[in-house]
C-alpha cells in the first residue's frame, strides 16, 4: 500500500487548506497515519495523527487548534485540514503510517511524495 500527499498549494497568512493522503489499497484497523513536514534546512517534524480504528487524534501544540485530522474510511483517505495558517507553516508536507501511537519519525513507513505549502505573509 501506498500513501500519497496532495493539496498543497501557495495560500496567504490567515488562509486555510486541506490536504489530502489517499492510500492505494486497504488501510488496516491496527494502523496510524501521520502527517509530518520538513521546512527547508530543518527537521521533519510532526503535525498530526489519527489511529485508523477509532480516530483518536494527536497534535503538537505548534498546531493544536488551527490543523484538524480526519479520516473517510469508505474513501481510504486522511485529510489534514489546516486554518490559521502563519509563514512558519511553509514546508513539505507528507504522510505515512505506523502501528504505534508515536510523533517519532523513525517510526513511520511507507512515505509518499510530500506536497508542498507555501503561506505568504
Known amino acids: 500500500v501506498q500513501l500519497q500527499a496532495s493539496g498543497g498549494g501557495l495560500v496567504q497568512d490567515g488562509g486555510s487548506l486541506r490536504l489530502s493522503c489517499a492510500a492505494s489499497?486497504?488501510?488496516?484497523?491496527?494502523?496510524?497515519i501521520g502527517w509530518f513536514r520538513q521546512a527547508p534546512g530543518k527537521e521533519r517534524e510532526f503535525v498530526a495523527a489519527?489511529?485508523?480504528?477509532?480516530?483518536?487524534?494527536d497534535y503538537p501544540d505548534s498546531v493544536k487548534g488551527r490543523f484538524t485530522i480526519s479520516k473517510d474510511s469508505a474513501k481510504n483517505t486522511v485529510y489534514l485540514q489546516m486554518n490559521s495558517l502563519k509563514p512558519e507553516d511553509t514546508a513539505v508536507y507528507y504522510c505515512?503510517?505506523?502501528?504505534?501511537?508515536?510523533?517519532?519519525?523513525?517510526?513511520?513507513?511507507?512515505w509518499g511524495q510530500g506536497t508542498l505549502v507555501t503561506v505568504s505573509s
Open positions: 505515512a503510517r505506523t502501528v504505534q501511537r508515536s510523533r517519532m519519525v523513525g517510526d513511520y513507513s511507507t
Open positions: 489499497g486497504r488501510i488496516y484497523s491496527s494502523w496510524n
Open positions: 489519527i489511529t485508523w480504528s477509532y480516530g483518536r487524534t
